[in-house]
């Protein structure tokens, strides 16, 4: 059972999306994750529903697995204490506090690093650390609009679309990661923690990847394409007579095996289409004659022929045939954990594997305050002081 992080304990104080996905992916690679709640409530995706299963949203159940929940008040001098407590402990915090306010004040970075001199602490901001947009709080959408991908996202005579996914919080996540994984090796070698940060926008900027370095050659705008690429064509969904599906042409070769499959072997020698830079150069014209000729038949039938032929195509699946296929199923990535109100749940598993192992779903994403009892019972208290944290007078 691979778990390359057996050993190192997280202390989860983020909440929605970003923070939460890093520690998930923390304790997927078996780290003890501990996620910190406010009693009333908990993260507020528990509640970003319908659908719902059980007491929370599908939205929470999606990035809190393999973790344990404890409910804390971290604004009261009784929760703030046992929070330290819980950190003195740990080789990693990861936050999102919102900048200037009264948790980041509580739990500054500063004062924890002296504090726990081997601490990682990781911050994810939605514009990061310095500029005018520092102190803004964001969601998902705003990154994606501020950092430009909605301007690239969509067709080109329709308005600008949000990405189907949270690029914004999950490529926050994964460089967060990086982030805490880099520094858990450089303290191996220095015995000292670091202040990691990571921001929506940041990300977001370097995943534009060849949009950026585009626009730094040429100072151009880029114009939205659908599904289509800057820089290749035909690289794009198309339609058949009974749906859509995708033709991904990388090459030369590729494109005169799919001309001659598609009975117009000529287009390969047309100087118009004859190599990439024309094919970019007259993309409205090769669509249109593609357009013309997919639309005589069905998705299965151009699918057959040109993956024969070995040109890179593939139907566009819905999610319920996604995880239908074959080829899902083959790699075992759907698990099961047991959920302690609705029983079996599935998840996504870990995408990566460790000597052709998978790390496993070990356990349901928490009930809110699910192990409120042991947890503070690992740290020293008894339990007439669970009792009064857990129900101070008044509750």
């Known amino acids: ?36 709640e406010h009693p009333d409530g908990g993260d507020p995706t528990r509640g970003w529903g319908p659908p719902f299963q059980g007491p929370d949203a599908t939205y929470f159940l999606a990035a809190n697995r393999n973790k344990r929940s404890v409910t804390l008040d971290l604004k009261s001098p009784e929760g703030q204490e046992a929070a330290h407590r819980l950190i003195a402990t740990a080789d990693v915090v990861v936050e999102n506090f919102r900048p200037g306010s009264s948790l980041a004040r509580s739990f500054d970075h500063r004062e924890l690093s002296e504090r726990y001199p081997r601490l990682v602490v990781l911050h994810i901001s939605a514009f990061g650390e310095s500029g005018p947009l520092r102190d803004e709080p964001g969601y998902d ?23 189907g996914y949270a690029m914004g919080d999950l490529g926050a996540a994964l460089f967060g990661i990086i982030g805490v994984t880099s520094a858990l090796v450089e303290r191996e070698r220095t015995g000292r923690g670091q202040y990691v940060t990571t921001s929506l926008y940041e990300s977001l900027l370097a995943l534009h990847a060849n949009w950026a370095t585009g626009y730094f050659a040429t100072g151009e705008r880029p114009v939205r394409l659908g599904s289509g690429h800057p820089s290749l064509v035909p690289y794009q969904a198309y339609p058949a007579d009974d749906g859509h599906f995708v033709i991904a042409v990388g090459n030369d070769a590729q494109f ?23 094919r970019v150069d007259n993309r409205r014209a090769l669509n249109t004659e593609l357009d013309a000729v997919l639309a005589g038949a069905g998705v299965a039938h151009w699918c057959g022929l040109l993956k024969a032929a070995g040109v890179p195509v593939t ?14 199923e083959a790699l075992g990535i759907v698990q099961k954990a047991d959920h302690p109100v609705v029983g079996p749940l599935r998840q996504v598993a870990f995408p990566v594997n460790f000597g052709g192992e998978r790390p496993p779903v070990r356990t349901a ?31």
């Open 315 to 328: 139907p566009i699946r819905t999610l319920d045939e996604v995880y239908d296929c074959p080829q899902t």
């Open 256 to 278: 005169r095996e799919l001309s001659a499959v598609l009975g117009h072997p000529e287009w390969a020698d047309d100087p118009r289409f004859a190599t990439n830079r024309d």
């Open 1 to 36: 059972m691979p778990e390359p992080l057996s050993g190192t304990r997280v202390v989860d104080l983020s909440k929605i999306l970003a923070g939460p996905y890093v520690t998930m992916s923390l304790a997927d690679l078996g780290a003890d994750v501990i996620k910190v």
């Open 141 to 163: 959408m705003v990154a994606q609009a501020a950092a430009g991908l909605m301007s690239l996202t969509g067709e080109p005579d329709g308005p600008p679309v949000r990405a």
């Open 365 to 395: 994403p928490p009930t809110l305050g699910q192990h409120s009892q042991d947890v503070l019972a690992e740290l020293g208290y008894d339990e007439a002081e669970i009792a009064r944290l857990l129900h101070p007078q008044g509750d």
